[in-house]
Nanobody
Framework: QLQLVESGGGSVQPGGSLRLSCDAS????????MGWFRQAPGKEREAVAC????????FYGHSKEGRFTISRDKVKKTVALDMSDLKPEDTAVYYC?????????????????????WGQGTQVTVSS
């Protein structure tokens, strides 16, 4: 069974950094686009970033580029999300997701409906 497992969430003070990791060891990664989404209480799930595993092409959600960086490790079969200068409004459950396709674009990355596989999520709390 294909599973995505997130790790690395936690509590951090404003201005701090965190690195989330998504274990995709059961996936044949070259044929997938993988992404990070987040959902804050009372809000809709929104795109943070996604990456085409085969060619590394990365796209970011609205106003996400700069503080968030997505990367993939094809050997370890992981996708990471590096987050810096975190703000209280970044508090959310962060989800790793995947869709079987080669190549990504902005439209795909922004759409939660495009993604077929989802992890259970990891909580990120930014608070002083």
């Amino acid at each position: 069974q294909l599973q995505l497992v997130e790790s690395g969430g936690g509590s951090v003070q404003p201005g701090g950094s965190l690195r989330l990791s998504c274990d995709a060891s059961k996936f044949t990664m070259d044929y997938y686009v993988m992404g990070w989404f987040r959902q804050a209480p009372g809000k809709e799930r929104e795109a943070v970033a996604c990456v085409s595993i085969r060619d590394g092409g990365a796209f970011y959600g609205h106003s996400k580029e700069g503080r968030f960086t997505i990367s993939r490790d094809k050997v370890k079969k992981t996708v990471a999300l590096d987050m810096s200068d975190l703000k209280p409004e970044d508090t959310a459950v962060y989800y790793c997701a995947a869709v079987r396709r080669v190549g990504a674009n902005q439209a795909i990355c922004l759409s939660t409906q495009m993604f077929t596989y989802w992890g259970q999520g990891t909580q990120v709390t930014v608070s002083s």
